[in-house]
């Protein structure tokens, strides 16, 4: 079964942009054990793929990352307080405050 995961048009703008603009080559989300929800999303840049990477287009993500967040939706958000990826991960049964972390 393939695993999916969404990004709106937004964050494709985005990662697009900044990615072309540097020496990161990839944008990278992987899920951590952490947070006040017991999982945390985090956002980095990469110049190379692992072995466990699966990409799509410049964002890539670890097989680990991609179970807990298949079927999400990427997106990214401006607003007053700043601007930030954002994941609607429809497998989060609870999310903290912050946004970045959940439970399953």
């Not at 393939?2 to 540097?22: D, H, P, V, Y």
């Not at 899920?31 to 964002?59: A, H, M, P, R, W």
């Not at 958000?77 to 994941?87: D, T």
Request: charged share 30%; hydrophobic share 35%.
């Amino acid at each position: 079964m393939e695993k999916k995961l969404e990004f709106t048009n937004r964050a494709k703008n985005q990662i697009e942009k900044i990615t072309k603009s540097g020496a990161k080559k990839y944008f990278r989300i992987t899920v951590q054990g952490g947070g006040c929800s017991g999982f945390k999303y985090n956002f980095s840049f990469d110049s190379k793929l692992e072995k466990n990477d699966i990409l799509f287009d410049q964002t890539i993500i670890d097989k680990f990352s991609l179970d807990i967040i298949a079927g999400s939706t990427v997106d990214f958000k401006r607003e007053m307080i700043g601007e930030s990826f954002v994941i609607d991960n429809p497998k989060a049964s609870s999310s903290c405050g912050c946004g970045l972390s959940f439970s399953v």
